[in-house]
Protein backbone atom coordinates (compact mmCIF):
# COMPACT_ATOMS: atom_id res chain seq x y z
CA UNK A 1 0.00 0.00 0.00
CA UNK A 2 2.82 2.68 0.68
CA UNK A 3 4.88 1.48 -2.13
CA UNK A 4 0.89 2.09 -4.20
CA UNK A 5 0.88 5.21 -2.14
CA UNK A 6 4.28 6.64 -3.54
CA UNK A 7 4.11 5.80 -6.84
CA UNK A 8 0.34 8.07 -7.17
CA UNK A 9 2.03 10.67 -5.58
CA UNK A 10 5.20 10.74 -7.91
CA UNK A 11 2.75 10.92 -10.80
CA UNK A 12 0.96 13.68 -9.09
CA UNK A 13 3.82 15.69 -8.71
CA UNK A 14 5.53 14.69 -11.90
CA UNK A 15 2.03 16.01 -13.80
CA UNK A 16 2.25 18.98 -11.46
CA UNK A 17 5.31 20.09 -12.46
CA UNK A 18 4.69 19.26 -16.26
CA UNK A 19 1.86 21.22 -16.36
CA UNK A 20 3.50 24.07 -14.61
CA UNK A 21 6.60 24.11 -17.14
CA UNK A 22 5.36 22.98 -20.32
CA UNK A 23 3.43 26.55 -20.71
CA UNK A 24 6.80 28.49 -19.83
CA UNK A 25 8.54 26.59 -22.39
CA UNK A 26 6.22 27.04 -25.19
CA UNK A 27 5.91 30.95 -24.44
CA UNK A 28 9.13 31.36 -24.30
CA UNK A 29 9.38 29.70 -27.35
CA UNK A 30 7.18 31.64 -28.91
CA UNK A 31 8.27 34.69 -27.63
CA UNK A 32 11.39 34.24 -28.76
CA UNK A 33 9.93 33.89 -32.73
CA UNK A 34 7.72 36.54 -32.58
CA UNK A 35 10.59 38.59 -31.17
CA UNK A 36 13.00 37.23 -33.55
CA UNK A 37 10.17 38.22 -36.49
CA UNK A 38 9.47 41.71 -34.97
CA UNK A 39 13.65 42.22 -35.17
CA UNK A 40 13.62 41.60 -38.78
CA UNK A 41 11.07 43.48 -39.52
CA UNK A 42 12.27 46.31 -37.65
CA UNK A 43 15.71 46.19 -39.85
CA UNK A 44 14.12 45.94 -43.02
CA UNK A 45 15.90 48.78 -45.33
CA UNK A 46 13.93 51.99 -46.28
CA UNK A 47 13.32 51.74 -50.38
CA UNK A 48 12.31 54.05 -52.46
CA UNK A 49 13.47 57.50 -50.60
CA UNK A 50 13.47 58.57 -54.46
CA UNK A 51 11.62 57.45 -57.24
CA UNK A 52 14.72 58.17 -59.60
CA UNK A 53 18.64 58.16 -59.19
CA UNK A 54 18.57 62.03 -60.36
CA UNK A 55 16.56 64.42 -59.29
CA UNK A 56 16.70 67.54 -61.37
CA UNK A 57 20.55 68.97 -61.08
CA UNK A 58 22.06 65.90 -59.07
CA UNK A 59 22.21 62.58 -58.27
CA UNK A 60 20.14 60.59 -55.08
CA UNK A 61 21.03 57.60 -52.94
CA UNK A 62 19.36 55.32 -55.07
CA UNK A 63 20.81 53.04 -57.35
CA UNK A 64 20.44 50.70 -60.08
CA UNK A 65 19.82 47.17 -59.24
CA UNK A 66 21.80 44.06 -60.43
CA UNK A 67 21.88 43.71 -63.97
CA UNK A 68 19.36 46.69 -64.57
CA UNK A 69 19.80 49.53 -66.74
CA UNK A 70 18.84 52.58 -66.60
CA UNK A 71 18.39 54.96 -70.09
CA UNK A 72 18.27 58.61 -69.17
CA UNK A 73 17.37 61.42 -71.49
CA UNK A 74 17.77 64.78 -70.09
CA UNK A 75 17.18 67.86 -72.02
CA UNK A 76 17.58 71.42 -71.28
CA UNK A 77 15.67 74.05 -73.55
CA UNK A 78 17.30 77.37 -74.09
CA UNK A 79 16.46 80.86 -71.51
CA UNK A 80 12.78 81.76 -71.08
CA UNK A 81 13.41 85.13 -70.94
CA UNK A 82 16.15 87.60 -70.97
CA UNK A 83 17.52 89.10 -74.57
CA UNK A 84 18.58 85.28 -75.28
CA UNK A 85 14.61 84.29 -74.77
CA UNK A 86 11.36 85.55 -75.43
CA UNK A 87 8.92 84.95 -78.46
CA UNK A 88 11.84 85.31 -81.04
CA UNK A 89 12.93 82.02 -79.99
CA UNK A 90 10.12 80.69 -79.12
CA UNK A 91 10.62 81.44 -75.06
CA UNK A 92 13.74 78.65 -75.46
CA UNK A 93 12.19 76.08 -77.24
CA UNK A 94 14.40 76.69 -80.09
CA UNK A 95 17.08 76.30 -78.67
CA UNK A 96 19.01 73.98 -75.94
CA UNK A 97 22.10 74.94 -73.59
CA UNK A 98 22.48 71.01 -72.82
CA UNK A 99 21.31 67.17 -73.95
CA UNK A 100 22.27 64.56 -72.15
CA UNK A 101 22.43 60.47 -72.77
CA UNK A 102 23.10 58.56 -70.00
CA UNK A 103 23.51 55.01 -69.38
CA UNK A 104 23.41 53.88 -65.78
CA UNK A 105 24.72 49.27 -65.08
CA UNK A 106 23.83 47.45 -61.88
CA UNK A 107 27.14 45.88 -61.20
CA UNK A 108 25.49 44.70 -57.71
CA UNK A 109 21.92 46.06 -55.70
CA UNK A 110 24.49 48.92 -54.38
CA UNK A 111 27.03 49.37 -56.86
CA UNK A 112 26.90 50.85 -60.49
CA UNK A 113 28.37 52.54 -63.28
CA UNK A 114 27.51 55.42 -65.28
CA UNK A 115 28.22 56.71 -68.62
CA UNK A 116 27.25 59.69 -70.38
CA UNK A 117 27.76 62.39 -72.51
CA UNK A 118 27.20 65.70 -72.78
CA UNK A 119 26.51 68.93 -75.03
CA UNK A 120 27.65 71.29 -72.91
CA UNK A 121 31.26 70.86 -73.32
CA UNK A 122 31.07 68.25 -75.28
CA UNK A 123 32.22 66.08 -72.23
CA UNK A 124 32.15 62.37 -71.80
CA UNK A 125 31.62 60.92 -68.37
CA UNK A 126 32.33 57.47 -66.61
CA UNK A 127 31.43 57.23 -62.79
CA UNK A 128 30.80 54.95 -59.72
CA UNK A 129 27.97 55.33 -57.45
CA UNK A 130 28.14 52.99 -53.88
CA UNK A 131 24.99 52.59 -51.63
CA UNK A 132 27.20 52.50 -48.38
CA UNK A 133 24.35 52.02 -45.44
CA UNK A 134 20.73 52.05 -46.14
CA UNK A 135 18.44 53.96 -44.05
CA UNK A 136 15.98 51.11 -41.94
CA UNK A 137 12.73 51.16 -41.28
CA UNK A 138 13.25 50.59 -37.03
CA UNK A 139 15.43 53.91 -37.10
CA UNK A 140 18.90 52.10 -36.06
CA UNK A 141 20.39 53.36 -38.98
CA UNK A 142 18.32 57.01 -39.69
CA UNK A 143 19.62 57.82 -42.86
CA UNK A 144 20.90 56.73 -46.14
CA UNK A 145 24.82 57.18 -48.05
CA UNK A 146 25.90 57.17 -51.01
CA UNK A 147 29.13 57.55 -52.68
CA UNK A 148 29.31 58.88 -56.11
CA UNK A 149 32.74 59.30 -58.06
CA UNK A 150 32.68 60.93 -61.16
CA UNK A 151 35.42 61.69 -64.07
CA UNK A 152 34.68 63.38 -67.23
CA UNK A 153 36.56 64.34 -70.07
CA UNK A 154 35.97 67.74 -72.79
CA UNK A 155 36.90 65.29 -75.70
CA UNK A 156 36.56 67.89 -78.65
CA UNK A 157 35.55 71.23 -76.67
CA UNK A 158 38.77 74.20 -76.77
CA UNK A 159 37.95 77.24 -75.56
CA UNK A 160 41.23 80.23 -76.79
CA UNK A 161 43.39 77.25 -76.45
CA UNK A 162 43.25 76.50 -72.88
CA UNK A 163 43.61 72.51 -72.99
CA UNK A 164 47.52 72.62 -74.31
CA UNK A 165 48.28 69.25 -72.52
CA UNK A 166 45.12 66.26 -73.37
CA UNK A 167 45.11 65.86 -69.49
CA UNK A 168 43.95 69.20 -69.19
CA UNK A 169 40.87 68.31 -70.23
CA UNK A 170 39.64 66.20 -67.19
CA UNK A 171 37.34 67.21 -64.48
CA UNK A 172 36.48 65.16 -61.74
CA UNK A 173 33.38 64.99 -58.97
CA UNK A 174 33.19 63.28 -55.56
CA UNK A 175 29.90 63.17 -53.64
CA UNK A 176 28.96 61.99 -50.25
CA UNK A 177 24.89 62.06 -50.92
CA UNK A 178 22.69 61.62 -47.35
CA UNK A 179 19.28 61.08 -47.51
CA UNK A 180 16.49 60.35 -45.06
CA UNK A 181 13.41 59.43 -46.06
CA UNK A 182 11.28 61.16 -43.25
CA UNK A 183 7.46 59.45 -44.24
CA UNK A 184 6.06 58.43 -47.41
CA UNK A 185 5.14 61.68 -49.05
CA UNK A 186 8.59 63.27 -47.91
CA UNK A 187 12.43 62.80 -48.88
CA UNK A 188 15.19 65.34 -48.39
CA UNK A 189 18.68 64.82 -49.15
CA UNK A 190 22.17 67.04 -48.47
CA UNK A 191 25.31 66.07 -50.83
CA UNK A 192 29.05 67.20 -50.17
CA UNK A 193 30.42 67.71 -53.23
CA UNK A 194 34.42 68.82 -54.51
CA UNK A 195 35.24 69.57 -57.98
CA UNK A 196 38.32 69.49 -59.36
CA UNK A 197 39.10 70.26 -63.16
CA UNK A 198 42.45 70.09 -64.07
CA UNK A 199 42.21 73.30 -66.45
CA UNK A 200 40.23 76.03 -64.39
CA UNK A 201 36.55 76.19 -66.69
CA UNK A 202 35.42 78.46 -67.23
CA UNK A 203 38.66 80.06 -69.15
CA UNK A 204 38.54 83.09 -66.59
CA UNK A 205 42.02 84.20 -65.03
CA UNK A 206 41.80 83.49 -60.88
CA UNK A 207 39.01 80.69 -61.36
CA UNK A 208 39.87 77.85 -58.78
CA UNK A 209 41.12 74.25 -60.19
CA UNK A 210 38.92 73.32 -57.11
CA UNK A 211 36.36 73.90 -54.43
CA UNK A 212 33.72 72.55 -52.36
CA UNK A 213 29.88 72.47 -53.08
CA UNK A 214 27.06 71.89 -50.95
CA UNK A 215 23.65 70.29 -52.13
CA UNK A 216 20.19 70.04 -50.80
CA UNK A 217 17.15 68.81 -52.37
CA UNK A 218 13.97 67.07 -51.48
CA UNK A 219 10.70 65.48 -52.98
CA UNK A 220 7.30 65.91 -51.86
CA UNK A 221 4.85 63.38 -52.89
CA UNK A 222 1.32 65.11 -53.93
CA UNK A 223 -0.40 61.87 -55.71
CA UNK A 224 0.26 58.46 -56.00
CA UNK A 225 2.31 58.77 -59.23
CA UNK A 226 3.25 62.68 -58.75
CA UNK A 227 5.45 64.36 -56.70
CA UNK A 228 6.99 67.97 -56.83
CA UNK A 229 11.04 68.11 -56.91
CA UNK A 230 13.51 70.98 -55.54
CA UNK A 231 17.78 70.69 -56.00
CA UNK A 232 19.88 73.43 -55.08
CA UNK A 233 23.40 73.51 -54.76
CA UNK A 234 26.21 76.42 -53.38
CA UNK A 235 29.43 76.49 -54.52
CA UNK A 236 31.64 77.32 -51.83
CA UNK A 237 34.71 79.55 -54.08
CA UNK A 238 35.67 83.01 -53.37
CA UNK A 239 36.36 83.37 -57.01
CA UNK A 240 32.56 82.66 -58.25
CA UNK A 241 31.16 84.84 -54.71
CA UNK A 242 33.29 87.85 -56.09
CA UNK A 243 32.91 87.87 -59.76
CA UNK A 244 30.66 90.16 -60.97
CA UNK A 245 29.19 91.85 -64.35
CA UNK A 246 29.06 89.52 -67.56
CA UNK A 247 31.17 86.80 -65.03
CA UNK A 248 29.01 86.79 -62.54
CA UNK A 249 28.13 83.07 -61.00
CA UNK A 250 24.86 82.50 -59.69
CA UNK A 251 23.84 79.28 -57.45
CA UNK A 252 22.50 76.80 -59.41
CA UNK A 253 18.56 75.88 -58.36
CA UNK A 254 16.22 73.89 -60.21
CA UNK A 255 12.35 73.27 -59.66
CA UNK A 256 9.75 70.60 -61.35
CA UNK A 257 7.28 68.42 -61.20
CA UNK A 258 8.46 64.31 -61.23
CA UNK A 259 6.14 61.90 -62.75
CA UNK A 260 5.91 57.86 -62.24
CA UNK A 261 4.83 56.03 -65.58
CA UNK A 262 5.20 52.49 -65.37
CA UNK A 263 8.93 51.73 -66.15
CA UNK A 264 9.53 55.53 -66.73
CA UNK A 265 9.80 58.48 -64.36
CA UNK A 266 9.48 61.88 -66.21
CA UNK A 267 10.22 64.79 -64.67
CA UNK A 268 9.65 68.67 -66.18
CA UNK A 269 11.82 71.32 -64.68
CA UNK A 270 12.70 74.69 -64.53
CA UNK A 271 16.20 75.15 -63.94
CA UNK A 272 18.98 78.39 -64.28
CA UNK A 273 21.59 75.62 -65.27
CA UNK A 274 22.55 75.50 -68.01
CA UNK A 275 24.72 71.95 -68.30
CA UNK A 276 23.75 68.79 -66.33
CA UNK A 277 27.21 67.10 -65.69
CA UNK A 278 27.91 67.60 -62.24
CA UNK A 279 30.83 68.96 -62.81
CA UNK A 280 29.63 71.57 -65.23
CA UNK A 281 26.73 72.90 -63.39
CA UNK A 282 28.88 73.19 -60.40
CA UNK A 283 31.51 75.38 -62.44
CA UNK A 284 29.55 77.44 -65.09
CA UNK A 285 26.53 78.43 -63.84
CA UNK A 286 26.28 82.11 -65.01
CA UNK A 287 22.45 82.52 -65.94
CA UNK A 288 20.18 84.80 -63.32
CA UNK A 289 16.66 83.86 -62.10
CA UNK A 290 16.14 87.16 -62.03
CA UNK A 291 16.65 88.26 -65.69
CA UNK A 292 14.79 85.45 -67.20
CA UNK A 293 17.95 83.02 -67.31
CA UNK A 294 15.99 80.12 -66.42
CA UNK A 295 14.95 77.37 -68.96
CA UNK A 296 12.56 74.62 -69.32
CA UNK A 297 13.95 70.54 -69.14
CA UNK A 298 12.86 67.55 -68.69
CA UNK A 299 14.41 64.30 -67.35
CA UNK A 300 13.19 60.45 -68.77
CA UNK A 301 14.37 58.00 -66.96
CA UNK A 302 13.79 54.20 -68.43
CA UNK A 303 14.77 50.85 -66.68
CA UNK A 304 15.45 47.76 -68.39
CA UNK A 305 16.26 44.17 -66.44
CA UNK A 306 18.47 41.77 -67.66
CA UNK A 307 18.04 39.32 -64.91
CA UNK A 308 17.14 36.23 -66.28
CA UNK A 309 13.45 35.34 -65.51
CA UNK A 310 12.53 31.60 -63.60
CA UNK A 311 10.94 29.61 -66.38
CA UNK A 312 7.11 29.01 -65.64
CA UNK A 313 6.28 25.26 -64.22
CA UNK A 314 3.37 23.58 -66.76
Known amino acids: MKKL ?10 TGVWAQTKPAESKTAADSLLNSMDSA ?4 PVIATFKSTRLILGATTETVKKNNLNFLVIHRFGDIGGSEGGGKTFFGLDNSSDIYIG ?9 DIDFGRSKFAQQVDLGLKYAVVH ?10 VTLLAKAGVKAYHDDQGA ?3 FSDRFAYVAQAIIARKFSSNFSLQVTPTYVRDNSPFPFLPGNDRGFFAMGIAGRLKVTKRMGIVV ?3 HPFSSFRSNATGGNAFYDPLGVGIEIETGGHVFTIVFSNAKAISETSYLSASQSDWGKG ?3 LGFTISRMFSFNKKAKKAY
Open 5 to 14: ISLAACVVIS
Open 293 to 295: QFR
Open 163 to 165: FPA
Open 41 to 44: TRAE
Open 135 to 144: QTSDNAMPFA
Open 103 to 111: FEYGLSDNL
Open 231 to 233: DYA
